[in-house]
């Protein structure tokens, strides 16, 4: 790629990569109401999944049916205590990426999330932090 420097050994490959670099996502979701597009055709038919319901990635190990891919990798990660998200600073390890972030706001002090009644930050996104505060 003459825009990163990531090199590819097929060309089909390099032509999907450039794609994020242009933001083309030529893969348009056809359910109703829906206007997601995606960059590759196997993300689009995973995320049509979640319209759906169809749940075809099944876990060999206790039967869990999960939509996507990832969902199932995600899962896996139950059975096998698989923490692949390690912090830099500490020694927290996640099974997602999503917990490393919201941990790392531990280390940084960021409060993205406001209350909509005062000027309370919080580290995550959950009202249940500002029930007690507000006694609601």
Not at 2 to 20: G, I, P, Q, V, Y
Not at 51 to 72: I, N, W
Not at 105 to 130: A, L, M, N, Q
Request: charged share 25%; proline share 4%; hydrophobic share 25%.
């Amino acid at each position: 790629c003459h825009l990163c420097d990531r090199s590819f050994t097929e060309k089909w490959a390099l032509n999907n990569h450039m794609k994020l670099h242009t933001g083309e996502k030529p893969f348009k979701c056809t359910w109703p109401t829906c206007h997601y597009s995606f960059l590759t055709a196997s993300a689009m038919k995973d995320h049509y999944r979640t319209h759906t319901g169809e749940k075809s990635f099944l876990c060999d190990l206790c039967g869990f049916a999960g939509g996507t891919r990832h969902a199932l990798t995600k899962h896996r990660r139950q059975h096998t205590g698989e923490k692949p998200f390690k912090c830099d600073e500490c020694n927290f390890a996640s099974t997602t990426q999503s917990h490393l972030t919201r941990h790392k706001r531990v280390h940084t002090g960021e409060k993205p999330y406001r209350c909509p009644w005062c000027d309370y930050s919080f580290f995550v996104s959950t009202y249940s932090e500002i029930l007690p505060v507000w006694s609601l």
